[in-house]
Each structure stands twice: as structure tokens, then as C-alpha cells.
């Protein structure tokens, strides 16, 4: 089974909207994207809800 879920997010530097496609393999896992407007690198973090839905969050690489 595998589920693909589209998730529309705000880059932490800049604030433009990125939609990134997530799926069920990724859940519990982190990964490094470049913003394609400023090039920074943005960290996304996949998190599996109790329900079974897939969150996605984004922070900057300066946060603890
Ligand atoms: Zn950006």
C-alpha cells in the first residue's frame, strides 16, 4: 500500500509556499531540500499522526 500525499509548506527563510510530494516510507524520517527561490537549505521532517496521516514540517538549519 502506498500512499502519496501532497503537502503545501512555507519556506522558514523566505516564506514561499513549496509543495512537496510525501509518502508512507518517509514517516520518522528528515531530509535536506534547497529552496528553489533562495537556495537555502530548508530541513523537512516526515511524522506519521495517530490516525495514519502523513504531517510534514520544515525548519532552517539554524534551529536546535
Ligand atoms: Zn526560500
Not at 514517516?27 to 502523513?54: M, R, T, W
Amino acid at each position: 500500500m502506498e500512499f502519496l500525499t501532497e503537502q503545501v509548506v512555507s519556506c522558514p527563510y523566505c516564506g514561499e509556499a513549496i509543495e512537496v510530494l510525501i509518502d508512507h516510507q518517509e514517516a520518522g524520517h528528515q531530509y535536506i531540500e534547497d529552496c528553489q527561490v533562495c537556495c537555502k537549505p530548508i530541513i523537512f521532517n516526515v511524522a506519521l499522526g495517530s490516525l495514519g496521516n502523513l504531517s510534514v514540517s520544515v525548519r532552517d538549519e539554524n534551529e536546535a
